[in-house]
């Protein structure tokens, strides 16, 4: 069981009334923070608490453990640390930093962080910690190399009780949400703004998570520095503090400002420029042409610049019109229908 006790600080007493008194039953209606204290993801806030520390490598099933002195070494470092929220496929790799409390047990993963539950099939949410704090613990992985006299048989430690994944209320978007899930293409924050019209930051950030998981990296910061492609942070003059996502795909060659200048990033993204930055994705991975022609009545309403791409994405049935006549391409897209059009993309590049 999960139990944080400066965590439900957060919780408002009118969700407390309709919630039964456990932090467990809590993390199912609020909204998980972005990043906590290691004690309070792990459910320890003492290391009397504590009645035993192992470290695993779970690709050997063998462990160490550790001694009383440095158990208390070991919490004193982590406890007051900051862990970040991460979507993670394969949180059960590498190293595991494992705590018995009298009740529970709970793994730290160094690759992979905290794992506190699924987020739909085949997917977890996670509690990492930074990449400076973790080299403060790597300690542990040399302690367990240098062991002379492992023991084997250390089982595998995962809270799966909890699902924190929000499905939308629209039944035809639930399965994308699903799979979108399943295939780490759907961020946390995301899942309590599906009816939204998604904004053109949140569309960047929706695409870079698509290419990132596409190459098989953690993050599109983590690609575009192993394969040496640079960006300027802050190219755009109104993007500061924006997802880092805009300007990185902005020196891939996908994304364009409104004018040379802005990139309005706040602004709702229009259909017509969707379609174009799923084509433009696409392009990464394959050439992509069309002979057909568009049969919407309002095709006429399509900028000469997107006619190509909005062509493409309904050719190939990423992106549909709003109905048999309309493509709307002027219109607003929302969370949910950006999401259906990633996973349509997605398996279109199988």
């Not at 042409?289 to 909005?310: H, M, N, Q």
Request: charged share 25%; hydrophobic share 40%; net charge negative.
């Amino acid at each position: 069981m999960i139990i944080i006790k400066r965590f439900v600080k957060i919780i408002i007493p009118a969700i407390l009334a309709f919630i039964a008194p456990t932090a467990v039953s809590a993390y199912n209606v609020v909204n998980l923070p972005e990043d906590m204290m290691f004690s309070d993801a792990i459910g320890v806030f003492d290391a009397d608490e504590i009645e035993r520390v192992t470290v695993s490598d779970l690709a050997e099933g063998k462990y160490i453990e550790l001694l009383s002195d440095e158990i208390d070494v070991f919490f004193d470092t982590v406890e007051n640390m900051p862990v970040y929220r991460t979507i993670n496929p394969t949180p059960f790799r590498g190293i595991a930093v494992n705590i018995y409390t009298g009740s529970d047990v709970k793994s730290y993963y160094i690759n992979s962080g905290i794992q506190i539950g699924m987020y739909g099939s085949d997917n977890y949410i996670c509690y990492q910690l930074g990449k400076e704090d973790i080299e403060k613990i790597l300690y542990l992985d040399s302690m367990y190399k240098d062991d002379t006299e492992k023991k084997n048989g250390e089982e595998l430690h995962r809270s799966i009780a909890n699902d924190f994944l929000k499905l939308p209320s629209a039944p035809w978007a639930q399965p994308f949400a699903r799979e979108a899930a399943s295939n780490s293409l759907l961020p946390y924050e995301f899942t309590d703004k599906y009816s939204e019209n998604i904004t053109r930051e949140q569309f960047c950030k929706l695409l870079g998570n698509f290419i990132a998981v596409k190459e098989n990296y953690a993050s599109l910061d983590m690609y575009m520095t192993d394969n040496d492609k640079p960006y300027l942070k802050n190219y755009f003059a109104d993007c500061s503090g924006v997802d880092d996502s805009v300007n990185m795909l902005h020196a891939l060659g996908i994304v364009n400002g409104r004018d040379g200048i802005n990139f309005d990033p706040q602004g709702t993204i229009t259909r017509e420029e969707a379609a174009t930055l799923l084509c433009k994705v696409a392009e990464l991975y394959g050439w992509i042409g069309t002979e057909s022609s568009l049969k919407y009545a309002d095709k006429g309403d399509i900028s000469p610049w997107a006619v190509f791409y909005v062509t493409w994405a309904n050719e190939n049935g990423i992106m549909t019109g709003v109905s048999d006549d309309e493509f709307a391409p002027q219109g607003a897209y929302t969370v949910e229908q950006a999401v259906a059009t990633m996973i349509r993309l997605n398996n279109f590049l199988k």
